[in-house]
């Protein structure tokens, strides 16, 4: 019923910056918060930054300063600005999405992960 689709990961050097973007689509009554996650083999998955449906941010320490998350509510959308990337950033990025449906009511959707890869 519901997709979230993700583009934008690939390889960048150190210093550069990569924007990541989701889309949501299906039967989607509403949309309120939104956020990127990401994981490293081994470790568990964790926040990086999240946006409420009026555009409250919050942001991972280890990102803060360097990420920018953004929302166009009427696109169903969220973005990522990633700046003055750090191998350390190099992970799978997910998009998630809690969103209320025509059918099966509220929910927490995902995306399908995205590569992002800081290295020289």
């Known amino acids: 019923q519901v997709q979230l689709v993700e583009s934008g990961g690939g390889l960048v050097q150190p210093g550069g910056s990569l924007r990541l973007s989701c889309a949501a689509s299906g039967s989607i009554f509403s949309v309120y918060a939104m956020g990127w996650y990401r994981q490293v083999p081994g470790k568990q998955r964790e926040l990086a930054a999240t946006?409420?449906?009026?555009?409250?941010?919050n942001y991972a320490d280890s990102v803060k300063g360097r990420f920018t998350i953004s929302r166009d509510n009427a696109k169903n959308t969220v973005s990522l600005q990633m700046n003055s990337l750090k191998p350390e950033d190099t992970a799978v990025y997910y998009c998630?999405?809690?969103?209320?449906?025509?059918?099966?009511?509220?929910?927490?959707?995902w995306g399908q992960g995205t590569q992002v890869t800081v290295s020289s």
């Open positions: 946006i409420t449906g009026g555009g409250t941010t």
């Open positions: 998630n999405a809690r969103i209320r449906t025509y059918d099966t009511g509220m929910g927490d959707y």
